[in-house]
Structures are given as C-alpha cells and as structure tokens.
C-alpha cells in the first residue's frame, strides 16, 4: 500500500515529454515577446526622433523667413517714416519760402507805391451812402470819414491802431505838465489846400498856413456847440469831449488845454476817427 503510493506520487510529479515542451514553448514565447517589447520602445523612440529633427528642419526655413519679413517691414516702416519727414520738411520750406516772397513782394509793392505817390489831383467815386453832411464833426456816420480823412489831418493820429500807440499829425509832439494840462506843440510848414472850396473861400487865402486860432476855433465850436452864424446846433458829435476843456490858451506855435478834472484818455481822443480839424473858411 505504502510502495504503490510512492510510486503514485512520484508519476504524478514526473512530467511528460510533451509537457516539458509546452513549457519551453511557452517561455520562449514569453522572451520574444519581452524581446519584441524592449525592440518596438527602440524604434519609437528613433522614429520620434526623426520627426522631431524632420519637423525642426522644416520650422527653421519659416522662422527664418518670418524674420526676414520682420526685417523687412521694418526696413519699409523706416523709409516710410523718412519719406514722410522729407515730405514735411520740404513742404515746411516752401511755405517759408512763399511766406518770404509775399514779404518781399508786398515790401515791394509798399516802396513802389511810396516812390509813384502823387500829390493833388481828383479822386472820383461811386457810392449808396447817403451824407448828411461832409462835416466830420457834426456827423455819427462813417461812411463820410471814408471821404475826409484822405484830405484832412487830426491833431494826433494813431502810429498802430491795434496798440493804442500814439504819434503826432498836426501838433509835432505835445507835454503834460500835470494832471489837468495839456500843453499842443503845433507842426510848422502846415498849409490848408492851395485848391478846392477852401482855398477859392474869399476869407481865405489859397494854401495859407495853419494857425493856432484854427485849432483853438475847432475845439471851441465843438464844445460851445455853435455854428457860424452864432446858431446852437445838437448835432455835434464830440461836444461832451471837448466839454472836458474849461479854457484854452493860444500861443504862436502851441495850444494849451486845461481840463476840467483830470482825464488820463483825453489825449487819445485826439486820434479818433471823427475829431478831423475843419478849415474854419469852409
């Protein structure tokens, strides 16, 4: 009983022929497959490789051709730029430069006009206006200075307008002693129009001098509001202006005024449009 159980045990654990060979069979199906796993991460690994060189290959022409179109829209940008600032520069000069021509012609044309001036002669013009009179001092309206100031002078006039600046006509230069007077220093070699209805007046002498009594009449007829004929008259413009004058004092070549209360505008009222000094004969 014991001998035939050996020996079972002992059939049971001897293995066949055929089964030794399934084994080996199995195992080295097993190696080649570990073999065909470590040799497919190899080529993986190579094949991964190449596409990446392969695809580094191919970016490498389109970086380089993305920078030299970089480099070449900057290149344009830059000339552009430049184009553009000789534009401006050149447009720059040419407008200084017609600026300065225009100068020069009007500089040109002022000294002509100085160099052919003429003195005398008959100005004719077409107007609608309607003048009451061609009395600057008994008018509000402007359109009759357009007429009279070409040929009469003021006692002072105005050197820039736009400024205020002051410089003399009639009187040469004139004082301010103090507060309330004002001494006129009247210009000599001043004459009244040797033609015309002044000079043919038969009071006047035809382009007789002017006096310190024909500057001392204009203020007076202003400020008393008398016409020649003694009549009252209330339609002279300036008369509360030269209110402002309590007397006067004539001397050969000058024309004191003594105000009423100190006026710092009053000697710039000599300048203005409508204080034209009248031949007293007219």
Request: charge should be negative; include cysteine.
């Amino acid at each position: 009983m014991s001998e035939r159980s050996y020996w079972q045990r002992m059939g049971r654990k001897r293995m066949s022929r055929r089964g030794i060979l399934r084994a080996s069979a199995r195992a080295g199906v097993g190696a080649a497959g570990l073999a065909l796993v470590g040799c497919g991460d190899d080529d993986d690994d190579g094949q991964a490789a190449a596409q990446l060189q392969q695809q580094q290959q191919q970016d490498q022409p389109q970086a380089q051709q993305q920078a030299m179109q970089q480099q070449q829209q900057q290149a344009m940008q830059q000339q552009q730029a430049e184009q553009q600032a000789q534009q401006q520069a050149a447009q720059q000069q040419a407008q200084e430069q017609t600026a300065e021509e225009q100068a020069e012609q009007q500089a040109a044309q002022q000294q002509a006009m100085v160099s052919d001036k003429k003195y005398g002669g008959y100005l004719i013009e077409q107007s609608a206006n309607v003048y009451e009179t061609y009395d600057a001092q008994r008018t509000v309206a402007s359109p009759v200075l357009q007429v009279l100031a070409r040929v009469q002078s003021k006692i002072l006039r105005f050197a820039n307008p736009d400024t205020g600046v002051l410089e003399g006509d009639l009187a040469e230069h004139w004082e301010l002693p103090d507060s309330t007077t004002i001494v006129l220093h009247m210009r000599d070699g001043v004459n009244w129009h040797a033609d015309g209805p002044g000079a043919n007046h038969p009071a006047a002498a035809a382009g007789r001098a002017l006096t310190t009594q024909d500057i001392v009449w204009n203020i007076d007829r202003q400020r008393n509001k008398l016409l020649e004929s003694g009549e009252e008259a209330g339609n002279f413009g300036r008369s509360a202006y030269w209110g402002g004058v309590a007397s006067i004092d004539q001397a050969d070549h000058s024309v004191t005024l003594n105000l009423v209360e100190p006026d710092a505008t009053f000697v710039q009222g000599f300048a203005n449009e409508f204080n034209l000094i009248n031949q007293p004969e007219l």
